[in-house]
């Protein structure tokens, strides 16, 4: 995870969506990672295999039963009430 490519991603019209997508899966209870390729977003689960020229740019993880920890670049956590 890079904080540069982090912020490539974010500009990017699909990342809220993503993001939202990966919190969905790991309420589920399925981790999630959100990968960058510098033109598209994915969303895959974790254990799936990562897919080519990629970058992660985030982490879904269910925390409890009502919380999702988005991990970062840097150490950085978000976490969503779900």
Same mark, same amino acid.
């Given at each position: /995870?890079? $904080?540069? +490519?982090? !912020?490539? @991603?974010?500009? =990017? !019209?699909?990342?809220?969506? +993503?993001? &939202?997508?990966?919190? *969905? /899966? @790991? @309420?589920?209870? =399925? ?12 969303? !895959?689960?974790?254990? +799936?295999? *990562? ?5 992660? $740019?985030? $982490? ?5 039963? &009502?919380?999702?920890?988005? &991990?970062?670049?840097?150490? &950085? ?6």
């Amino acid at each position: /995870m890079s $904080i540069e +490519a982090e !912020r490539a @991603a974010q500009a =990017h !019209r699909g990342y809220d969506d +993503a993001l &939202r997508c990966a919190v *969905k /899966m @790991a @309420a589920e209870g =399925h981790e999630a990672s959100v990968y960058w390729n510098g033109v598209e977003l994915f969303v !895959r689960s974790s254990y +799936a295999p *990562k897919p080519p020229n990629v970058e992660v $740019i985030c $982490i879904a993880q269910q925390w409890d039963e &009502r919380t999702v920890q988005l &991990r970062f670049a840097g150490a &950085r956590s978000e976490w969503v009430r779900v």
